[in-house]
């Protein structure tokens, strides 16, 4: 299995919502890094997946490009999905769920050793995360705007 298969088949039990399918693509010794989140083994995994998937259950990512250098892959995706659980606001504390939906371009760089991903960091952003939630003023005006898939 490449490094990118790893990768698909992380991405594919995260939109089955599977939870220890997901757990299984990672390592025991991995590192996990997101903003407000870093983590480390299976726990810090499980963390991560929580954080999400607590927050925005149906939350799904559409890969839009994975580049694989060896053992390491970069990936550009999407993630989409509705607010139905307590999410982090700007201060840190849980803040009762919006109902809206949020679609977002994020990045990730992944590093697979053995078949399994030691390290992956995820980049997104956060503010634009909260304008879509309602948690945060929209200064441009376009909260509800999204970016078409592919062209992010």
């Known amino acids: ?10 991405i594919a039990t995260w939109n ?3 939870r220890q399918g997901f757990l299984g693509c990672y390592a025991e010794d991995c590192e996990i890094v997101s ?17 999400i998937m607590d927050t925005i259950p149906d939350c799904r990512v559409e890969a839009v490009r994975l580049i694989a250098d060896g053992d390491t892959v970069l990936e550009e995706a999407r993630s989409r ?6 999410v982090q606001g ?13 679609d977002f371009a ?34 441009a005006g376009t909260a509800g705007a999204t970016v078409p898939a592919g062209s992010s």
């Open 1 to 10: 299995m490449t490094a990118t298969d790893v990768v698909r088949t992380s």
């Open 16 to 18: 089955e919502a599977d």
């Open 35 to 51: 903003p407000g989140l870093l983590g480390s083994g299976h726990d810090g995994v499980a963390e991560f997946w929580s954080s």
């Open 81 to 86: 999905g509705t607010n139905t659980g307590p």
């Open 90 to 102: 700007p201060d840190g504390s849980d803040v009762p769920p919006t109902g809206r939906t949020v």
């Open 106 to 139: 994020f990045g990730a760089a992944h590093t697979v050793r053995d078949g399994r991903i030691v390290s992956s960091r995820f980049y997104w952003d956060r503010p634009t995360f909260l304008v879509q939630l309602g948690l945060l003023p929209d200064p």
